[in-house]
């Protein structure tokens, strides 16, 4: 199993591009997530899934979109991108909620110029 | 409000020599602690879940506790290798997001 797996693993971005980035997981989990890690913030949730079809917000959701079309994909776009989305950003899944655990993938380091 | 505070914010360390690293909460009703391990430019690696005060769970040199308050993270006799940022998370109240710290680097050298 490749567990989590994220497309890119870095992309540079000028102010004003979209992007989407892709999250792909093979454990058939039914929650899947979207965060953002930044220096000295800790990681923060953007959106994240209950299950195919659906999508919610959760701290930080501006300038994002997010959509989970398949079971298996989870989709962070990016509408206009701005330099305060600089930041590496992490997907992960679970079997369910709370407590079940959540594994993450390798991160997509993002830079906006 | 729901909050996650790690300390140190940086751990140095000989090899060998065993310390704590400590994670303190605040949220209502505790369904689940939980440890991270993050290596430099990867992602997350799970450790373990603790799901009620007075728990305790172990791997290899590692041993994860906790109370009502907080928990502890204790390195038994380091090596090189178990350099990395550790992270502590508890689920918000919704039960859906987990809400992280901002981790403890540990660096430990021989």
């Known amino acids: 199993n490749a567990g989590v797996t994220q497309t890119p693993k870095f992309r540079v971005l000028k102010t004003g591009q979209s992007m989407t980035l892709l999250c792909a997981q093979d454990m058939n989990h039914e929650y899947m997530y979207w965060y953002r890690q930044d220096p000295g913030m800790g990681l923060r949730l953007i959106h994240y899934s209950v299950g195919e079809g659906t999508t919610a917000k959760g701290e930080v959701p501006d300038g994002y979109n997010v959509s989970r079309l398949k079971k298996q994909n989870f989709l962070l776009g990016l509408e206009s991108a701005a330099p305060s989305q600089t930041s590496v950003y992490f997907c992960a899944s679970s079997y369910g909620p709370t407590p079940e655990t959540q594994y993450f993938g390798p991160g997509t380091r993002l830079l906006v110029l | 409000e729901d909050q996650v505070t790690q300390s140190p914010e940086a751990l140095r360390l000989q090899e060998g020599e065993s310390s704590s690293l400590n994670c303190s909460y605040t949220v209502s009703g505790l369904r689940g602690l939980f440890w991270y391990r993050q290596d430099p430019g990867k992602g997350p690696e799970f450790l373990f879940t603790?799901?009620?005060a007075g728990e305790e769970k172990e791997k290899e040199r590692l041993k994860a506790t906790l109370t009502k308050k907080e928990s502890f993270l204790h390195i038994t006799a380091p090596k090189p290798e178990d350099s990395a940022t550790y992270l502590c998370a508890v689920h918000d109240q919704a039960g859906t997001a987990l809400i992280f710290g901002k981790g403890t680097t540990l660096s430990v050298s021989s």
């Open positions: 603790l799901y009620s």
